[in-house]
């Protein structure tokens, strides 16, 4: 009986990402029988070949044309089976217990619709080029201090990120019908270059709206392979304007309307004084967050008034 699917989203995975990937989930102490594994082809040239999956007798490798992780994701969803998804990225190499662990969340935790990892440790290419500690969510690093669970939207240390997203398929439905009735919802995530990233969020929030909750467990830990290039101030700023975008996006599609964000002389001096106290790639990571902010209710705005 499938109980559990993994779907791999992948857009031209390095063989020394995928590989580890891979090997990680061959290692997995729950059963092959009790999961399938479905990788997205979502795009690559020339396309993935099919002895990715071969080594599990329920693998499938599956094409989705439409470019994004949204529609990779929807994609593989209507290509599975279990009652709980694993959505794993090309760049997470799972702890051996990691399906296992999910699985028995989703038996003592029925109240919750999503879940994730709160142990996402890095595997850099160069050590010597990490940023620092307070840069680490934008490369999808976490550390939680504890188990946390909450079915407010507003509870932030409770929402899982998308290393190892766990899912009930009733939500991902939801989620899929949402998607459809608003193709904004489509652009939140990953497609590119455009590094958006309320994808994951959203899906835990249309959860919430069906009242489940979410959370973050320790016992769910992973790896997550960091290349040079993911550490070098550009990535990290491209990142950060990318995100602050998204999040203006995600509050006008599930509020209908755009955030009004705080300004004033007050913020420019507490925005000044912080500046201060920070690294000079703090503080370029910090503006191309304001950046994609502004951006984002410059264009929106006008987009919105089109639409009107």
């Known amino acids: 009986m499938i109980r559990l699917s993994v779907i791999i989203p992948a857009y031209f995975p390095p063989p020394e990402q995928i590989g580890p990937v891979l090997d990680a989930l061959r290692k997995q102490t729950l059963p092959r029988n009790a999961w399938e594994l479905v990788i997205v082809d979502n795009r690559t040239v020339p396309p993935l070949d099919s002895e990715l999956v071969a080594w ?10 439409r470019p994004g992780t949204t529609a990779a994701r929807l994609a593989g969803a209507a290509n599975s089976s279990g009652a709980l998804i694993v959505f794993v990225d090309q760049d997470n190499i799972l702890a051996p217990d990691f399906l296992a662990t999910a699985l028995r969340i989703a038996v003592e935790h029925p109240q919750l619709g999503t879940w994730g990892a709160g142990i996402i440790t890095p595997r850099f290419e160069r050590p010597e080029t990490a940023p620092p500690p307070s840069l680490h969510s934008l490369l999808t690093l976490r550390s939680a201090a504890q188990d946390q669970w909450s079915n407010d939207p507003n509870h932030h240390d409770s929402t899982p990120w998308g290393a190892g997203f766990c899912v009930r398929r009733t939500v991902l439905t939801a989620y899929a019908k949402a998607v459809r009735a608003d193709e904004r919802r489509g652009a939140l995530d990953l497609c590119g270059e455009r590094r958006f990233a309320s994808g994951d969020t959203d899906i835990a929030y249309v959860g919430c709206d069906l009242g489940w909750g979410k959370g973050v467990f320790r016992a769910l830990r992973l790896e997550h392979i960091i290349p040079a290039s993911r550490c070098t101030e550009n990535y990290l700023c491209k990142n950060a304007e990318d995100r602050g975008y998204s999040d203006i996006l995600h509050h006008l599609v599930r509020h209908g309307r755009l955030p ?25 990571v910090q503006r191309a967050t304001w950046r994609g902010r502004a951006r984002a209710l410059a264009e929106l705005s006008a987009a919105e008034t089109k639409r009107s």
């Open 56 to 65: 599990h007798p329920n693998g499938r490798l599956v094409r989705e044309e």
């Open 260 to 284: 009004t964000l705080r300004g004033g002389p007050l913020e420019k001096l507490r925005r000044l004084l912080h500046g201060r106290s920070i690294s000079a790639l703090e503080r370029a």
